[in-house]
């Protein structure tokens, strides 16, 4: 048997911890739910990772990803079995890593 806490440690990775200049929402979705995010001071990040309701199970169905840095962009990566618990915000690191290049 589960308790909420072993529940909620699953999806701990789905949220960015106390991090400066971080705004974090979790929004409903008539599917499911909208992680919005808002990073930075001057130059701003922005995505919205999309997760939805499968079978009993949460799934991440796309992360849209805008800069107003020093790049600017807008992409939306999909994504057909990604699982909210193999999900992590490093994702999302790693894909304006490779985007500000």
Same mark, same amino acid.
């Given at each position: @048997?589960? !308790? *909420?806490?072993? $529940?909620?440690?699953?999806?701990?990775? *789905?949220?960015?911890?106390?991090?400066? !200049?971080?705004?974090?929402?979790?929004?409903?979705?008539? /599917?499911?739910? &909208?992680?919005?995010?808002? =990073?930075?001071?001057?130059? %701003?990040?922005?995505?919205?990772? =999309? &997760?939805?309701?499968?079978?009993?199970?949460?799934? &991440?169905?796309?992360?849209?990803?805008?800069?107003?840095?020093? %790049?600017?962009? /807008?992409?939306?990566? *999909?994504?057909? !079995?990604? $699982?909210?618990? !193999?999900?992590?915000? $490093? @994702?999302?690191?790693?894909?304006?890593? &490779?985007?500000? =290049?």
């Amino acid at each position: @048997m589960h !308790n *909420a806490t072993q $529940k909620t440690n699953v999806y701990k990775n *789905a949220l960015y911890e106390d991090e400066p !200049n971080t705004f974090q929402e979790i929004i409903p979705d008539p /599917k499911g739910f &909208v992680i919005s995010m808002e =990073k930075g001071n001057s130059s %701003k990040m922005y995505s919205k990772v =999309k &997760v939805s309701y499968k079978v009993n199970e949460l799934y &991440v169905d796309h992360i849209q990803l805008e800069s107003w840095g020093r %790049k600017q962009y /807008k992409k939306k990566y *999909a994504f057909k !079995n990604l $699982k909210l618990e !193999n999900y992590s915000v $490093k @994702m999302i690191d790693s894909l304006q890593v &490779v985007n500000d =290049k």
